[in-house]
């Protein structure tokens, strides 16, 4: 049997691009229309995708939602609605791990899986957003470093599974004549003493489906988030700038999962992949260029400027970035230090212009492949198959037109026996073709 690839939709309220909520005639129900959210997912459980995965940040209002669409509902409860109108698609929602307490995601994911029946994710982020320290209440000096960050979302998820193995089904033995309910001595109770958390008790439901915990995610560039992800994620998320870093990366992140004696065909890779699919690659990129001149060019200008650290002057739109500026206005931020090298090994390997790179950039770091579905097709075989991603978290550039037309690419990668015609299992780790949890 050839190698199965696995596809999760990025669930953006009206596409990856910017100016996708541009498109619709009425944009103003696209941040809490339930029922646009439950069409969406409804579309992709249709195309047949594996799972829907919801970005988000529990943060104040900040300078980008003035400019575009974001999802405002809750995520888990989003899902917990989209799940009584889908029956396969699984529902991958994010949930903080440094903020809160572990104890409430462990219920909400726990609730969720119920509700869905065996279809639950949990994207495990560790977020330090300033808008989110405004909203929670907390200064900047609650910002962790990497190391203590990836140390305290350790000790988040440890609670958490903790938690979900406390009671397992067996230990409600409905025991009519004896009047027990529960019995106390079949529980697991969790005793957690942590340096950044406790919890101690059993959780007030089971944490697994039909003996099935849900599904871990997480994201990450960073040395630390790629052991982290790979001591503990079901499934890594990733955006890389370039091929080979893709790869570097998957042979990277196996090595540390075979490292916790874990098997590494057990940690699936799904770097990001924004598809653009057209009767042709020259149709596929006008599509694209019409929609990004929509946007605001000075403000994307600007944008850019914040993010290689250099004055706004010196972007002229139609010249290339200066890169040589690089050296003259030395940084010892790491992050911007980061985007020189991405986004200026871009500019540099395509020849952009300023304008071009800052429409490239529209992407936000997803892999950019323009075509026929045919053209697609080939393009995802080939990297499944050269160990760039086990699977690809697809972004659709605006919906409902970006999955209508990556429909027809699922159609034929399954007519090329590469992705399954239809779901075989009932639950989300079955149709993902990962092992069972381990036993309780």
């Known amino acids: 049997m050839k190698k199965q690839i696995r596809l999760n939709l990025i669930f953006h309220t009206s596409g990856r691009h910017d100016a996708g909520w541009k498109t619709f005639e009425d944009p ?198 790629r052991k982290f992800g790979s001591k503990y994620a079901d499934v890594l998320f990733t955006s890389q700038p370039n091929l080979d870093k893709d790869r570097a990366f998957y042979a990277e992140v196996k090595g540390y999962a075979e490292g916790y004696g874990r098997n590494p065909d057990h940690l699936l890779v799904c770097p990001g992949l924004y598809a653009v699919v057209a009767e042709s690659d020259a149709k596929a990129r006008a599509l694209k260029a019409e929609i990004d001149e929509m946007m605001d060019l000075n403000f994307l200008i600007v944008q850019l400027a914040g993010q290689v650290g250099l004055p706004i002057e010196e972007l002229d739109p139609n010249k290339p970035l200066p890169v040589e500026l690089f050296d003259k206005i030395p940084t010892d931020d790491s992050v911007i230090q980061y985007r020189r090298d991405d986004i200026g090994g871009v500019a540099q390997a395509n020849g952009f212009t300023v304008k071009q790179l800052v429409h490239h950039n529209l992407t936000r770091g997803q892999r950019t492949i323009f075509g026929t579905p045919e053209q697609i097709a080939d393009i995802i075989e080939d990297w499944s198959d050269t160990n760039v991603g086990d699977g690809f978290n697809v972004n659709a550039h605006v919906q409902p037109l970006g999955v209508e037309r990556f429909k027809d690419v699922i159609t034929e990668l399954q007519n090329r026996g590469r992705y399954r015609k239809e779901y075989s299992h009932a639950s989300f780790r079955e149709n993902y073709g990962l092992p069972a949890s381990p036993k309780v």
């Not at 994710?121 to 470093?145: C, E, F, H, P, R």
């Not at 079949?186 to 003996?211: A, C, M, N, W």
């Open 28 to 225: 103003t129900g696209l941040v809490d229309d339930i029922d646009h959210q439950i069409a969406y997912a409804k579309l992709a459980e249709e195309a047949k995708f594996d799972a829907i995965f919801l970005p988000d940040t529990p943060a104040a209002l900040g300078k980008s939602f003035l400019r575009k669409p974001r999802r405002g509902l809750d995520p888990v409860v989003t899902l917990a609605a989209i799940a009584m109108h889908t029956k396969h698609l699984g529902l991958i929602s994010t949930a903080q791990s440094l903020q809160g307490h572990p104890y409430l995601v462990a219920r909400a994911m726990a609730t969720l899986h119920h509700v869905s029946k065996g279809r639950a994710g949990w994207n495990i982020v560790t977020s330090q957003d300033d808008y989110m320290l405004d909203a929670l209440g907390l200064s900047a000096d609650a910002k962790l470093d990497r190391e203590e960050r990836y140390a305290k979302a350790s000790e988040f998820v440890e609670i958490v599974t903790g938690l979900w193995d406390s009671l397992p089904k067996s230990a409600i033995v409905a025991d009519k004549e004896n009047d027990v309910y529960i019995d106390p001595a079949l529980t697991h109770p969790i005793d957690y003493q942590g340096k950044y958390f406790k919890s101690k008790g059993v959780l007030q439901l089971t944490g697994r489906y039909e003996g099935e915990r849900p599904l871990m995610f997480q994201a990450g560039i960073s040395p630390e988030s």
